[in-house]
């Protein structure tokens, strides 16, 4: 299993970015896509989930209505769209895979950079 997270960089208050996930060695489409992220000197936190089939979503209430997660099952890729960013979105992001459900994950890549500055 392998995931490659990409898209991350620095990016100046109240702009955007696109991060990508993407997956191989095993049915992406058969498993929740989550994002987390961990910011300086701080744990692990969920930033927002993806059903299987990309029906349902979900998001911590700080993300919401600025994220939006979605997922491409034919190219095993998992995106997270981040706008109107604020400085305390500054963390690395992972993606992660779970076949139970949302906000947990089997799997993890090694992560994005973001840090939102001016």
């Known amino acids: 299993v392998q995931l490659v997270e990409s898209g991350g960089g620095l990016v100046q208050p109240g702009g955007s970015l696109r991060l990508s996930c993407t997956g191989s060695?095993?049915?992406?489409?058969?498993?929740?896509m989550n994002w987390f992220r961990q910011p300086p000197g701080k744990g692990l936190e969920w930033v927002s989930s993806?059903?299987?089939?990309?029906?349902?979503?979900y998001y911590e209430d700080s993300v919401k209505g600025r994220f939006t997660i979605s997922r491409g099952n034919v190219r095993n890729t998992g995106y997270l769209q981040m706008n109107s960013l604020k400085s305390e979105d500054t963390a690395l992001y992972f993606c992660?895979?779970?076949?139970?459900?949302?906000?947990?994950?089997?799997?993890r890549g090694q992560g994005t950079q973001v840090t939102v500055s001016s």
């Open positions: 993806i059903t299987s089939d990309g029906t349902h979503t």
């Open positions: 992660g895979i779970a076949w139970a459900g949302p906000k947990q994950y089997n799997y």
């Open positions: 060695g095993f049915t992406f489409s058969t498993y929740y």
